[in-house]
């Protein structure tokens, strides 16, 4: 997870190149807890995160939310009584791109911080 | 509104009372703006709340979770990039309880705030 850690994100645009096949089988397994889910045709990196009350789910929506402004990529943060749901994509080439794989990563990070 | 503002949520039970068409009735129309929706048969009141950006979006949803932590009563709170939708119920009972119109008033006043 170290690499992805290490990096930023790019400034993406509408022709940014989304992950190759090859690319989400060298990325995928550095943040494996994610799933690869699908949303009007839009695939997306997933996880879910377990609290054991509302304000700590709250503070992890915020700390991702924050990570999420320094970096200029925002994701969905779904934030319910003990759990998070967080969901990356890239919204201009409507799929993933490799800042999602960072954020995920990032996002890990925090988790586990 | 003001009638809903100034209650605070009371405890609530597996066998609290849900709220009545006669009191749905009565209630609506007082957070109008609140859509009465469904999911797995649990009715729910859900509104979208519009942003300019990333950060205030993110800043309303914690002050509406800071509201629900404060009344002990917690709602589902999606945040994207320029939307908030919040949705609350009432686990307990699987459906609307008074306390779900208080917040949603409260929620409402948060964002006009």
Same mark, same amino acid.
């Given at each position: 997870?170290?690499?992805?850690?290490?990096?930023?994100?790019?400034?993406?645009? !509408?022709? %940014?190149?989304? +992950?190759?096949?090859?690319?989400? *089988? $060298?990325? /995928?397994?550095?943040?494996?807890?994610? &799933?690869?889910?699908?949303?009007?045709?839009?695939?997306?990196?997933?996880?879910?995160?377990?609290?054991?009350?509302?304000?700590?789910?709250? !503070?992890? %929506?915020?700390? +991702?939310?924050?990570?999420?402004? *320094? $970096?200029? /990529?925002?994701?969905?943060?779904?934030? &319910?009584?003990?759990?998070?749901?967080?969901?990356?994509?890239?919204?201009?080439?409507?799929?993933?791109?490799?800042?999602?794989?960072?954020? !995920?990563?990032?996002?890990?990070?925090?988790?586990?911080?």
């Amino acid at each position: 997870m170290t690499e992805l850690l290490q990096e930023k994100c790019v400034a993406c645009r !509408a022709d %940014s190149p989304r +992950v190759t096949v090859e690319e989400i *089988a $060298e990325l /995928h397994p550095i943040v494996a807890e994610w &799933e690869l889910t699908e949303e009007n045709s839009i695939p997306q990196l997933t996880r879910s995160f377990r609290f054991s009350n509302f304000a700590e789910a709250l !503070a992890f %929506s915020s700390s +991702v939310g924050e990570a999420a402004e *320094a $970096e200029g /990529h925002h994701p969905r943060i779904v934030t &319910e009584w003990g759990r998070v749901t967080i969901s990356w994509w890239t919204h201009k080439i409507r799929g993933l791109h490799r800042n999602d794989f960072i954020m !995920a990563a990032k996002t890990d990070q925090l988790y586990s911080a």
